[in-house]
């Protein structure tokens, strides 16, 4: 990890990859289903997983799976309502894309009911710049997150700069989680493809740690 004014390497990077790790992580995918319905409330995250662990319990028997947040929705007083291009993204490795396509036209309840419509599956790709709108982790201030980030880059071996942006706390199970944006800039094709499939932090299945191909480094904060 080079070192930047946000973050600082605390541990010694992991060894590179293999070839066929990097073939692995390569292979994992986002099955992103349309996504019909009226509203969502804005701390939707714990009913749509709890939702989504019925219809798929296969999903706690992937630790490293994730539920993107929703894509396509309009803010509205204490919810969200749903426009025409509202979708549902789910990360998984590839043994689950069939098991991950069985959920189109499946009904959630959230309370309001959603439907999920004809899935379209996207392989990961390797882009310089990487964007995770909240990750969550045990640390209650910037400070102690930043360590965490550090160590985490560390852990995973990647050679890149971390840069924090606004706080996004996450609610759940009783206890608030203190949360930032966080973008990985100067990956190399591996280096991205590693940190899209393991991600960073806690609560993946509530849209937390998941990295997604950014355009540019200046929007972190947005």
Known sequence: MRRSASVQPILPADPRPDRREVEAMNRWLDLSFALAGDRVPRA???????????????????????????RGLTPCAHEYLLG????????????????GERL????LDLPDR?????????????HPVLYAHRVVTEADDEQAFVAIVARAVDDLGLDCEAIVGRRADLRFAGRTWTGFSLMLHGLSAEDSLKAQAQGIGLHRKLGCGLFV?????AAVGH
């Open 104 to 107: 189109q036209g499946c009904e």
């Open 44 to 70: 939707y995250a714990p009913d749509l997983y709890r939702a989504l662990q019925a219809a798929a319990p296969w999903l706690d028997e992937e630790p490293l799976a994730g539920v993107h947040p929703l």
């Open 114 to 126: 959603l439907r999920l419509g004809r899935a379209s599956v996207r392989e990961l790709l390797a």
């Open 84 to 99: 025409g291009r509202a979708r549902l993204t789910l990360r998984v490795p590839p043994a689950r894309r069939t098991a």
């Open 213 to 217: 191909p950014h355009k540019s480094v």
